[in-house]
């Protein structure tokens, strides 16, 4: 396990989901998108997966502020993908929000002109994406274990382990099957060494990974996102500093100063073995 900090404690009510009507497709590969109060082109680009630039210049817009509620927008390259309703549950926060339907708290905000996500109110609606799970769920993974699957907050994982494997430049069944042999994807799991989260990150190498390596001191490895960016960033440390995926996954468990003496503990042996054997049930289809 990663000499890293923390994870999340509080507990973690799903509430009820109810689907918004999708806007329909047109046959030219445009589709409408009605604009409601208080949306900017860039809550509007999140939503329908284009860029603020191509909504200026399908729209013939002059400037990306001139837009107004009720006003209608051409979305190009096909339908636009329908939002869902999401009511705030008791104990929820911004954070596991955006983890479960797999976007980022930055998107989350957007989306829903939220200027301070830390202040969300028990029964007020959101919206988020209603395909942002699905693009990366079972369909996309097939061989996932079952206590994944049936776990609708580890599935809700899937796309936060994508986009920060992608920005690692890491194989994402590598990042995936590392977090399943350290905590089984559990974000409530703490080692007897006081490792925590999904990634189980000790706090002294918490504090290096987000301050030295990704330069965001601020990073909370109590919150799932923050703790699987960081596992993510030091695997790749340790990919970029041993030059051998084998000897990189070991110092994630055994530390890398320890393993760089040439000793490789029984345990280590068995760790690697479990997380190489593993990594065939995260391989993505294409």
């Known amino acids: 396990m990663p000499r890293i900090s923390s994870l999340l404690t509080a507990t973690v009510i799903v ?17 409408h998108y009605v ?7 860039s809550h509007i680009a999140l ?20 837009i107004r509620s009720g006003q209608t ?54 919206q988020v994406p209603a ?6 769920g079972t369909e996309r993974y097939p061989n996932l274990p079952d206590r994944i699957v049936d776990n609708p907050e580890r599935l809700a994982l899937l796309g936060v382990f994508e986009h920060w494997a992608q920005a690692n430049d ?29 990634g189980q990150i000790m706090p002294d190498t918490g504090v290096w990974v987000a301050t030295d390596l990704i330069g965001r001191p601020e990073l909370d490895p109590n919150n799932p996102e923050d703790n699987i960016r960081m596992s ?28 760089s003496t040439g000793e490789l503990l029984d345990a280590t042996h068995r760790y690697v073995d479990n997380v190489m054997v593993h990594r065939q049930f995260f391989v993505p289809v294409s």
């Open 170 to 198: 890491l194989p994402v069944d590598l990042l995936m099957s590392v977090a399943w042999q350290e905590s089984g994807w559990n974000n409530a799991a703490v080692s007897y060494k006081g490792a925590v989260g999904i």
């Open 35 to 41: 604009v409601q109060p208080n949306e900017t082109l």
């Open 232 to 259: 993510a960033r030091f695997l790749r440390w340790l990919l970029d500093y041993t030059d051998d995926e084998t000897l990189a996954v070991a110092s994630y468990f055994q530390g890398p100063g320890s393993v």
């Open 73 to 126: 927008l051409d979305i190009p390259g096909g339908a636009v993908a329908a939002t869902v309703d999401y009511t705030i549950q008791p104990g929820d926060t911004a954070s596991e929000i955006a983890v479960r339907v797999g976007i980022s708290t930055r998107e989350l905000a957007e989306i829903n002109g939220l200027t301070n996500v830390d202040r969300i109110r028990v029964g007020s609606v959101i």
């Open 47 to 66: 939503k329908t997966g284009v860029t603020v630039q191509e909504l200026v210049d399908a729209n013939g817009l002059t400037t990306a502020h001139l």
């Open 15 to 31: 509430g009820v989901v109810a689907f918004s009507s999708p806007v329909s497709a047109h046959e030219d590969s445009s589709a």
């Open 131 to 136: 395909g942002s799970v699905a693009t990366v």
